[in-house]
């Protein structure tokens, strides 16, 4: 058997070791429970291109790598959601040009209202959280700048990005 049938073996009887733990470490994640299988599915992939020798920790990398695809999912899934969003918000052709204006006292009223729920969301924040979403959503500073601001890693800018998110969603989602 070659070595990359053994290093193959090797990625498939860890990741079937740690399959469990690995389904309970993404489902904790907020991952939709259709999306967990094809995130170890696309683990898999990407582990078995590296050789296990070549990895101090393969348990650590396993999860890094299913932690990193969890990532790009969640804002794969939060960008296809905005581009459906603004597709059914955008006026068709045939009623664009037909309306004298698009807002109406009761959608400045309703855009008025979320505007403050956005803000009473953001209060419950920690501050670098809140600081770290701010800077990214209303400035036009890269995660790195952020980071570089608020003494932090880029990483953790992500987290903090992440989980504000997060929370304004379920605050709006509440109210």
Request: a positive charge; aromatic letters at 8%.
């Amino acid at each position: 058997m070659s070595v990359v049938g053994n290093d193959n073996r090797f990625w498939a009887t860890l990741i079937q070791s740690h399959d469990d733990s690995l389904r309970e470490f993404l489902n904790r994640r907020n991952q939709n429970a259709a999306d967990v299988g094809d995130i170890i599915q696309e683990t898999y992939m990407r582990v078995v291109k590296i050789p296990p020798q070549s990895v101090n920790n393969p348990q650590a990398y396993l999860f890094k790598t299913a932690a990193n695809l969890s990532i790009n999912n969640y804002k794969k899934v939060c960008s296809d959601e905005n581009n459906k969003k603004n597709i059914a918000s955008k006026p068709s052709t045939s009623t664009q040009y037909n309306t004298v204006t698009s807002t109406t006292p009761e959608l400045e009223l309703e855009a008025q209202r979320k505007r403050e729920l956005m803000l009473e969301a953001l209060k419950g924040l920690p501050q670098n959280c809140r600081a770290a979403f701010i800077l990214h959503r209303f400035y036009p500073d890269t995660y790195l700048d952020i980071a570089k601001k608020l003494n932090v890693s880029v990483s953790m800018v992500e987290k903090y990005i992440a989980q504000a998110v997060l929370h304004c969603k379920q605050s709006m989602e509440q109210n």
